[in-house]
């Protein structure tokens, strides 16, 4: 069925760096494409969301990257500091959905 | 602000015991939402409910009912527990919109089924 997948479930970067967090999506309706970070022992936390209609979306710190030629999603963490250590999920939705799906997620590690 | 809560935070049950698993929230959101997580594996929806007396099944809603007889509250029951539902239980609420893209979650609760 359709699902919301993840190229690399762990990914290690130095601090300071930028960190690419990447997203495979399979369902092409999908109108909404979210991401949530979830902290060690804690439950996930909304980051930042774009819609299917616009290929990059700012936030503090945080960029998200829409390719819908290629189904694929980023987020990208400028300047990565040893709080941004959590588990990255993609999430999708329809607009006409009062739920969303989420993908397996991606853990990110800090080198000091 | 509590924001959700949920009750328990730890549980450990044996096999075919019940419970019921308390989720609130004071941010008069319409949308509550019930997962449950397995190691290394992203958020699977099990319940949810859209408004005061509705409840809709997800992804993996066997093995479980809910219900929501007040706004700010949405229970999970297990009438029956089994090995295969040791998880780590979210609760979330969201406003109501299509679609919920900004979902606020409590902080789990750690089932065990011996």
């Known amino acids: 069925g359709e699902s919301v997948g993840l190229h690399l479930p762990t990914l290690s970067v130095q601090e300071g760096d930028n960190s690419i967090i990447n997203c495979a999506y399979s369902?092409?309706?999908?109108?909404?494409f979210i991401w949530y970070k979830q902290e060690s022992g804690k439950g996930p936390q909304f980051i930042i969301d774009?819609?299917?209609?616009?290929d990059k979306r700012q936030g503090q710190r945080v960029t998200v990257l829409l390719n819908k030629t290629v189904k694929h999603l980023s987020l990208q963490i400028a300047a990565t500091q040893p709080g941004d250590s959590a588990v990255y999920f993609c999430?999708?939705?329809?607009?006409?959905?009062?739920?969303?799906?989420f993908g397996s997620g991606t853990r990110l590690s800090i080198r000091p | 602000n509590a924001g959700v809560t949920q009750t328990p935070k730890f549980r450990v049950l044996k096999t075919g015991q019940s419970m019921t698993l308390l989720c609130a929230q004071d941010?008069?959101?319409?949308?509550m939402y019930w997962y449950r997580q397995d190691p290394g594996m992203g958020l699977r929806l099990i319940h949810y409910?859209?408004?005061?007396?509705?409840?809709a099944k997800g992804e993996v809603p066997d093995g479980y009912n809910v219900s929501r007889l007040k706004k700010q509250n949405f229970l999970l029951g297990l009438e029956s527990a089994a090995p295969s539902q040791t998880s780590v239980y979210f609760c979330?609420?969201?406003?109501?919109?299509?679609?919920?893209?900004?979902?606020?979650f409590g902080p789990g609760t750690r089932l065990t089924v011996l």
């Open positions: 979330a609420s969201s406003y109501s919109g299509f679609p919920p893209v900004r979902q606020y």
């Open positions: 774009i819609r299917s209609n616009m």
């Open positions: 941010m008069n959101h319409e949308y």
């Open positions: 409910s859209v408004g005061e007396g509705t409840t």
């Open positions: 369902n092409s309706a999908s109108d909404y």
């Open positions: 999430a999708e939705a329809y607009s006409s959905a009062s739920k969303i799906i």
